[in-house]
């Protein structure tokens, strides 16, 4: 699939964008609502996205919304003929009723908006595995990113809980004799001498774990840290027994 095909194909509701902006036009109030959940870069459509800055630039002056003004300041802009003209403002005016729930569209441009920024994320860890741009330790260590598209679930009320597997060796670096140690990407190796090195080993390993728990509890997703020498029945027993304890 081409980069261009996949772009088409990105999740988005063509139906809901225009159910929104009508519903503005036809209500000015309706504005405001829509503003709590959506900016104009949650819009798919180019031209809605104009479409919804021209409305904000026009509420910001206390200028009323409706064709007239909307279609004076895309002249004024240059952006008339790019967003389809006349005619497609009086279409976004069709078959929307009075009464339209401009919330219940505007969380479904929304959540495509989000699902296409989890597929963004994802293309740009996987085009950056795909060309060897980084080595394996610098795609998984971004917690932004794994965060980002953990987020999505949460956005949609589901329970989220990272169980983050590693091994003691790890984290603890329990080597007491001269050891060689080997980059598993490049094939270097490296002689090393754990005690002069195992202080600040430590030290980074814990600073990671505690970012990824930082950023993690941020955004209301549970962190729990089990090693390789725990079976997962056992770690989410635990787990959960704990969860209780604590109401």
């Given at each position: 699939m081409t980069q261009e095909t996949l772009s088409d194909a990105l999740p988005?509701?063509?139906?809901?964008?225009?159910?929104?902006?009508?519903?503005?036009?036809?209500?000015?109030?309706?504005?405001?609502?829509?503003?709590?959940?959506?900016?104009?870069?949650?819009?798919?459509?180019?031209?809605?996205?104009?479409?919804?800055?021209?409305?904000?630039?026009?509420?910001?002056?206390?200028?009323?919304?409706?064709?007239?003004?909307?279609?004076?300041?895309?002249?004024?802009?240059?952006?008339?003929?790019?967003?389809?003209?006349?005619?497609?403002?009086?279409?976004?005016?069709?078959?929307?009723?009075?009464?339209?729930?401009?919330?219940?569209?505007?969380?479904?441009?929304?959540?495509?908006?989000?699902?296409?920024?989890?597929?963004?994320?994802?293309?740009?860890?996987?085009?950056?595995?795909?060309?060897?741009?980084?080595?394996?330790?610098?795609?998984?260590?971004?917690?932004?990113?794994?965060?980002?598209?953990?987020?999505l679930f949460r956005h949609r009320k589901h329970e989220v809980i990272v169980f983050h597997v590693l091994d003691p060796f790890e984290v603890n670096f329990p080597f007491e004799n001269e050891v060689i140690l080997k980059d598993m990407e490049t094939g270097e190796e490296v002689p090393a001498v754990p005690w002069d090195i195992r202080r600040e080993y430590r030290s980074q390993v814990a600073s990671w774990i505690s970012r990824y728990r930082s950023v993690l509890r941020q955004s209301g997703i549970d962190y729990v840290p089990i090693n390789t020498e725990t079976t997962f029945d056992v770690a989410l027993f635990s787990y959960l027994e704990k969860r209780q304890r604590m109401g």
């Open positions: 988005h509701s063509a139906e809901a964008e225009r159910s929104v902006l009508g519903a503005i036009l036809v209500d000015n109030q309706q504005f405001e609502r829509a503003r709590e959940i959506l900016t104009s870069r949650s819009f798919y459509a180019r031209r809605n996205q104009q479409v919804f800055e021209v409305l904000q630039k026009l509420v910001d002056a206390g200028t009323a919304l409706d064709v007239v003004t909307v279609k004076a300041e895309l002249e004024r802009e240059g952006l008339l003929e790019e967003i389809g003209g006349p005619a497609y403002l009086a279409e976004l005016l069709e078959g929307v009723p009075r009464s339209v729930n401009v919330e219940h569209y505007a969380r479904i441009v929304k959540e495509k908006d989000m699902l296409r920024e989890l597929i963004r994320c994802t293309q740009g860890i996987l085009a950056s595995a795909l060309e060897a741009r980084d080595t394996t330790d610098q795609l998984l260590d971004d917690a932004e990113k794994v965060v980002r598209g953990l987020k």
